[in-house]
Every structure is written in structure tokens, then in C-alpha cells.
């Protein structure tokens, strides 16, 4: 969210540092309403002076015993007409508001201008891209002939954009659950947190998903609350409200939980498989730290995701988005692609985020800076968070990278501890 203040003294400037970015603002009738605050705003501040010229008046007829039952009536009707415009303020400042809800995040300066994904420019790549003597089956075709997969059923049971996976499938899925989970908290220093998989309207403002993004939510139809779509949204909002220490930051903590997203708008896109379901679990990192090391800790939280597929020895690439593709509440994202021989491309496994201040501004968050008065003004932090990683997407890395002529799948040397030693899934 951005400062009203902002708005309201620099809109031309946010607009230009937005681009197409804010494309869908309506900035007139933002303009519009603004005046319409100040003017109203204006007069109000009038009415209030006359008022209290009035009731000195008053004051002063019954002091010297006068008649003062003419003047009462007056202010009694000035008092009436402060009222309601008073009531068309909180209105309009509601409205207002609720726009400067729905204007995305200003991209820091580092940020590569572009429309799409086309224009997102490569940062560093790591591993050897796997070479195979028969054409790459994707990973559905090879765990459905290992009978891990099934997607048959779990449309039975479910609908489409569901996956029930089963055996060696599952406990693979929770190998990489517990493995990335140890790896954040015992080599990274994060917390682990367990938090609820539903949330409420405030706690999705605060992250940014609502009001603009409902549609892509999952609510529930006599409670007004949320499946979270991802763990960044209960994880950040465990601090909101509240005023921390600056020794207290840097403030680090993981996640695993099940997401649920209605993906609207991607039909026809990656309709088999695990890539995009309604569904999945995943590992988040979150990070509160102060303004002049924000984007220190994204170069950090960035390189602990990466080090997860170098350990499963996965290749992948890094990539800065550009304005054009960026999540509306970032100031700037690494996507982090897993290759996936079966695509012959990379594809998104983690996004890492910077937002700056914008989060905590719409959820409350902020420190005192240490060293200071205790009445030191407090200052907004600046969240990040990064998935450490997509769970359903590693073992759809795993399953098309390490999958072999006879059909089976070889484990990576990182996650045999987790699986008891397992060094191959074969068929079941």
C-alpha cells in the first residue's frame, strides 16, 4: 500500500514510476477524488471555526443573561451540516482507501522495464543440463507407470487440477517436506512456524491479495475466511499491528503448508501434471528486516532457495522479472527455474521477493530503531519472502531429471536419509 500522503502530493510521479505496471489505476477518478478531499476537507475546517465562534457567542449571550435561543438553533444547524459532511469525508477517504489498495508496488530502480516473461533477463545459471538417449518422458508418464501418481482418481475424488499421489510418491513428497524444512532451519536460521491454512480478510489485505485478487481465492461460503494460497500470507501477518525492535531483526521464519489457488485464467495451461493444480504443498521462507538491508537479505534469501537444487543437484537458472511480470505487491523478484528435460526448458520453482514497505504499511508492521529515544518515531520494516521450495514442482524436477530407460527414478544422494536409504524408485 502506499502512502495517502504520496497520493496526494506526488500522484504524476507514482504514476510515471508505475508505467504500465499501473495500467488498470484509475487514476482520474483518483485525481478527482482528492480534490473533492481537500476542498471538502477545507470547508470543513471552516464550518469548525464558525461552530466555535458560534459557542463563544452563545457563552457570552448567557453570561450577560441575553437571549441566546436564535443563536443555539444556528449552531445547532451548522453542527448538523458538519455532520454530514463529515459522513461524505469518511467516505470519500474510504473509497480512497480502498483504491490505493488496488495500486501495485513501485519497482525498485534495479528493475528491468518490459511487458512479459520475454523481457525478464537472466541472471546466473548452475548445473549440467541432463542428456538422454530416448526422448524425456514428463513426469506424469513416469509416475503413473511407477504407480505413485494418480490423477484418475484424485479427479474422482476431487475434479481436475487434482493429484493424489500414493506409495513411494508420498513419502517422496514428504522426504522433501522434512529435508527442505531441516536444511532452513538448521544451516539457514530460520524458525519454523505451523500456522493455520485459513485466514481473514485482514490478514489477506495485508499481504496484498485482497481486495484486487479475489477471484483467485479459495473463501468459504458462511465464514468469511480464506484458504491461504500461500504461507507467506499467515506467516507475514504474524506481526502485524505490532511495533518490534530493531535487535530483534533480522526476523526469519519457514513454513510448510498446503496452498489452494482457484488458478483463474490459466485454463489450457499445464492442464496434465503437477505444474499447476488447486492443491499444492510448499516450503516458504519470510524475512522482516530494517530498509538498508532489505535487499542484502533478498540476495540471501535468494541463494538458501538455489542451494535446495544444488543439493538435489538439479540445474537451474535464475532470472530478475521485469516490470511487466512482477507480482503486484513486489518492488523486485528473482524467479529461481528448474530445467524440466521433458519441456526442454526452464520452468518457475521459487520467486523471491523484496516488498519493501509495502506490505507492512497495509498490515501494520513496524520497528523502533534501536540506540534511540523511546519515543523515537517508529519506521516501517521491509518484508521478503521466497518459496524454499515449491514441493510439487522439486519432485516433478526429480522425477524428469533422474528418470532412467528401465522407468525407474534414482534418488539424490540429499534425500536417501529421508527415504531410509532408497536410492531408486522402481515400479510398485
Known sequence: MHDVKVLRENMEGLRAALGRRGHDVPWDV????????????????????????????????????????????????????????????????????????????????????????????????????????????????????????????????????????TGAGARLERALINYMLDRHTTHHGYREVLPPLMVNRATMTGTGQLPKFEDDLFRMRDEDYFLIPTAEVPVTNLHREEILSEERLPIRYTAYTPCFRREAGSYGKDTRGLIRLHQFNKVELVAFTTPDRSYEELERLTGQAESILRDLELPYRVVTLCTGDMGFS???????????????????????????????????????????????????????????????????????????????????????????????????
Not at 530445467?339 to 514497505?357: A, D, G, K, M
Not at 524428469?400 to 524408485?425: C, F, H, T, W
Request: include cysteine; charge should be neutral; aromatic fraction near 6%.
Open 30 to 165: 483518483l485525481q478527482k477524488l482528492i480534490e473533492e478531499r481537500r476542498a471538502l476537507t477545507t470547508q470543513v475546517e471552516q464550518l469548525r471555526h464558525e461552530l466555535k465562534k458560534g459557542s463563544d457567542e452563545v457563552a457570552r449571550l448567557r453570561r450577560s443573561h441575553q437571549p441566546a435561543e436564535e443563536a443555539m438553533a444556528a449552531l445547532k444547524q451548522l453542527g448538523d451540516r458538519i455532520k454530514d459532511m463529515e459522513a461524505e469525508l469518511r467516505g470519500i477517504e474510504e473509497t480512497l482507501g480502498d483504491l490505493a489498495l488496488r495500486i501495485p508496488n513501485q519497482p525498485h530502480r534495479s528493475v528491468p522495464v518490459g511487458n512479459d516473461s520475454s523481457d525478464n533477463v537472466e541472471v546466473r545459471r548452475w548445473g549440467a543440463i541432463p542428456t538422454f538417449a530416448y526422448p524425456p518422458k514428463p513426469h506424469w508418464e513416469v509416475g503413473e507407470a511407477l504407480g505413485i501418481l494418480d490423477f484418475d482418481r484424485a479427479a474422482k475424488i476431487a475434479g481436475a487440477r487434482f493429484a493424489v499421489l
Open 330 to 428: 513486489a518492488a523486485k523478484t528473482y524467479d529461481i527455474e528448474v530445467w524440466l528435460p521433458s519441456q526442454q526448458q526452464y520452468r518457475e520453482i521459487s520467486s523471491c521477493s523484496n516488498f519493501e514497505s509495502f506490505q507492512a504499511r497495509r498490515a501494520g508492521i513496524k520497528y523502533r530503531p534501536a540506540g534511540g529515544r523511546k519515543d523515537a518515531k517508529p519506521d516501517f520494516v521491509h518484508t521478503l519472502n521466497g518459496s524454499g521450495l515449491a514441493v510439487g514442482r522439486t519432485l516433478v524436477a526429480l522425477l524428469e531429471n533422474y528418470q532412467q530407460v528401465d522407468g525407474s527414478v534414482l534418488i539424490p544422494k540429499a534425500l536417501q536419509p529421508y527415504l531410509g536409504g532408497m536410492e531408486r524408485i522402481g515400479k510398485e
